[in-house]
């Protein structure tokens, strides 16, 4: 029998709501963020984080600006208790910043959990027990009535000790754990009877968190359970509404920013998205969709590569090359037709402006990334992107006939190469197809005097070899140059279109000289590099004739 059978699965069933308010919502901003890098980020890595790592990790949450971190389950373990204790004794934790805990419904880990966080100046303790139906009725083999007395016992040992330690100022959270899987008339029965022990007050609210633990439904479903949650959840007004999503079926952030709509005020997750199994909300990610839509995050994210440096190193897990806003590929374009819109609008845009560019949902440069990560080239890449190498690296100007011309020299060495081509091939392959080219003329030498608006112009040449001298006159060089090549080989040579530019920016600097010619009905491209810019324009003439002659008949030349 096949095993990959649907069959086996049914669905989330809708939630009944007359009439739902939140697809109507705008997030304007940022929630109240929580970090659980350290507990839910933590117990689902391979290797649970050393101290060493914990702190660093704790450093890099605290830079980027959290206000609210939970820092471990100091019951669970050791390396928690510990960790706790050093940053409270140290004085590691900064005024503005709140540690939080878990803790489980059982009064020995409670105590435990108070003990960790002797001396803290406030702190979180954040209670759970699971609520859902398959956790009552198969892991906990509870009625519903047993399971909200754990809820409410637990809150009781947790109301008794912080009234033992009333230096620290104690904000309580209670999470009915697998929220998303229990029935919402019971999810709000056992937070009202949790709350109807620690009598929450607008001043001091307590932080009902809901879980969605699995994530098991599309987010419109989660954003419900939220709104009717606000809706019916006993004083309101002492409660701050949290979110915490996981990721299983890949969104996530998308429930979470749902959830926000739907009236929640705070919102737990993990700094690029570790976490059990497909990972916790990623706070990066959902941060920086608010900054992409003008909306202040609360979280400074500018430097990237220290948080994924920092966090792949603690979690010792690799951070995906596609990760929205933070992986390496995600600012670059390979294929032509969005490095050629890439380049027209970065070509348009002035700092200060509205950011309005074609395939770069936000400014790489807001992350720390450089334009020149964003259009990488291969066999899928067009002529935009190429210019854009060279002008950004070398600072070539290339007329548009010269990039369609120069990108079949690129796409026939990617395809060869099967491989991406670095900005210093495509450099070195643009100078062996143009500037390189000096076979079978080269030039030695010029003279030119001006007379009557009227250039002369002799040049020695040599062709195969053999030293020949050319001369002509024209309205300018390139026209004096040109008839006197169309003499000496007999061809009948046309000047379409022609550009230069220097390389530099003093009368040192390089000139380089763009070329289009028509051969014989054809048309041939060219380019020319000298110090001296009348050179770099011959040489670009040259470099043309020299692409043409092979295509041309042998005995057009003469011996
Ligand atoms: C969705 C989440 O992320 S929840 C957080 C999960 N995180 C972790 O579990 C990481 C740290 N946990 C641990 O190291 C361990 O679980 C410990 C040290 C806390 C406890 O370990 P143990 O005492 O061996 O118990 P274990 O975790 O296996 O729990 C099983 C028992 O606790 C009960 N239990 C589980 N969760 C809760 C809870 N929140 N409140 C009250 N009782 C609970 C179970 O019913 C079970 O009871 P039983 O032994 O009578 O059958
Ligand atoms: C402990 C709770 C909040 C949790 O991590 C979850 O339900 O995912
Ligand atoms: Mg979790």
């Known amino acids: 029998m096949n095993s990959f059978d649907h069959r086996k699965y049914t669905p989330f069933a809708p939630i009944p709501m007359a009439k739902r308010r939140w697809p ?19 117990q689902a ?35 928690d208790f510990d960790f706790v204790r050093q940053i409270i004794e140290q004085g590691l934790i900064p005024e503005d910043v709140t540690i939080q805990v878990l803790t489980q419904s059982r009064e020995a880990l409670i105590k435990r959990s108070f003990e960790a966080l002797k001396g ?42 912080a009234a033992q330690q009333p230096d620290t100022q104690w904000t309580f959270q209670y999470s009915p754990e697998s929220f998303t899987g229990t029935e919402l008339d019971y999810a709000v029965e056992v937070c009202d009877a949790v709350n109807a022990v620690w009598q929450p007050t607008k001043e001091n609210p307590v932080i009902i968190n809901l879980p969605a633990t699995v994530e098991v439904a599309t987010p419109n479903i989660y954003a419900d359970q939220i709104e009717w949650m606000g809706d019916h959840i006993q004083h309101r007004e002492a409660v701050v509404i949290s979110l915490h999503t ?22 737990e997750g993990t700094l690029l998205g570790n ?100 259009i990488r080239i291969n066999s899928q890449s067009g002529k935009g992107g190429i210019a854009y190498i060279l002008e950004q690296d070398y600072g070539l100007q290339m007329p548009r006939w010269l990039q369609v011309d120069f990108s ?27 500037i390189a080219r000096k076979q079978p003329i080269e030039l030695e030498a010029y003279q030119i005097s001006r007379q009557q608006e009227q250039d002369q112009l002799s040049a020695t040449i040599t062709i195969d070899g053999q030293s020949t001298l050319i001369n002509s006159s024209g309205q300018g060089v390139m026209e004096a140059f040109i008839g006197a090549l169309n003499k000496q080989l007999g061809y009948n040579m ?66």
């Open 120 to 161: 803290c100046r406030q702190a979180i303790m954040h209670l759970y027990n699971s609520t859902s139906t398959v956790q009552r009725e198969q892991v906990f083999a509870k009625s519903k009535n047993e399971i909200k007395a754990i809820a409410v016992q637990g809150a009781q040992w947790v109301k008794q000790q």
């Open 45 to 79: 890595l391979i290797e649970p984080m050393n101290p060493k790592q914990k702190l660093a990790l704790f450093k890099l949450l605290v830079d980027v600006g959290f206000k609210e971190i939970e820092v471990g389950f100091p019951a669970a373990s050791q390396t």
């Open 246 to 267: 996981h990721n299983d079926r890949g969104c996530g952030v998308a429930a979470a920013e749902l959830g926000v709509m739907a009236g929640a005020d705070r919102v």
């Open 275 to 374: 976490g059990e199994r497909t990972g916790n909300m990623d706070i990066v990610t959902m941060a920086m969709n608010l900054y992409s839509q003008g909306i202040n995050p609360e979280l400074d994210l500018s430097n990237m590569d220290k948080i994924i440096q920092t966090v792949t190193e603690c979690t010792q897990l690799p951070l995906h090359p596609r990760h929205p806003y933070a992986g390496e590929l995600v600012f670059t374009a390979f294929s032509g037709s969005h490095q050629d819109a890439i380049k027209k609008c970065l070509q348009r845009y002035q700092p200060g402006d509205h950011w309005d560019v074609a395939y770069l949902p936000i400014d790489p440069a807001d992350l720390g990334r450089n334009y020149q990560e964003v």
């Open 494 to 559: 046309v000047l379409v279109d022609y550009s230069e530019h220097t390389l530099g920016d003093n009368e040192r600097s390089e000139a380089i000289s763009y070329i289009q010619l028509n051969i014989e009905n054809q048309r041939y491209c060219g380019v020319g590099k000298s110090k001296d810019i009348i050179e770099a324009s011959l040489e670009a003439v040259l470099s043309a004739v020299n692409c043409a002659i092979p295509a041309l008949k042998a005995d057009v030349i003469p011996a």
């Open 408 to 434: 079949q020299y690129v796409q026939q060495y990617a395809e060869e190469e099967s491989a991406e081509v670095s900005p210093a091939s495509i450099y070195k392959i643009f100078e062996q197809s143009y």
């Open 24 to 42: 109507d919502q705008q997030i304007k901003q940022a929630p109240r963020w929580c970090s659980v890098d350290l507990r839910d980020g933590n």
